[in-house]
């Protein structure tokens, strides 16, 4: 259907269309730029593309797959790292993070106890008036 039907037939007898389960193919120039499909039918197509995304990095696997495994540990060492060092690491970087988060829920906190004093402040002003 070409875009000038698809616009004379409107968004409603499209819709329609769609609900009945008929695909409309929209074409400019001769060429298809669009679909008007249930959404149902939608679904159905995104879970077979995912589906087969799924199959092709098993079939990928499956063909690259030499049987060999590498130790965690050995990987460690082959990319130039220490295990220790690296749980040191990781450590500092979690304590650091930790304390990150306290002084930021201090912060916050100490914003609310500064608004309050404010409030007060200011109702005690209210009542002098």
């Known amino acids: 259907m070409s875009v000038t039907a698809a616009g004379a037939r409107g968004v409603a007898g ?35 593309r995912v589906d087969l995304t799924a199959a092709g990095l098993v079939l990928a696997r499956e063909l690259t797959d030499t049987g060999r495994r590498t130790d965690l540990d050995d990987a460690i060492v082959a990319f ?11 450590e500092t970087d979690l304590e650091t993070e930790r304390e990150t988060e306290a002084e930021v829920e201090l912060e916050a906190e100490a914003e609310v106890d500064a608004d309050i004093d404010i409030d007060i402040a200011a109702g005690r002003e209210d009542s002098r008036a």
């Open 14 to 48: 499209l819709v329609a269309d769609a609900e009945r389960g008929e695909d409309t193919i929209i074409e400019r120039h001769g060429r298809a730029v669009a679909a008007v499909i249930s959404f149902q039918h939608f679904a159905e197509l995104n879970n077979l």
């Open 80 to 90: 130039g790292f220490d295990r220790a060092d690296l749980e040191t690491e990781l």
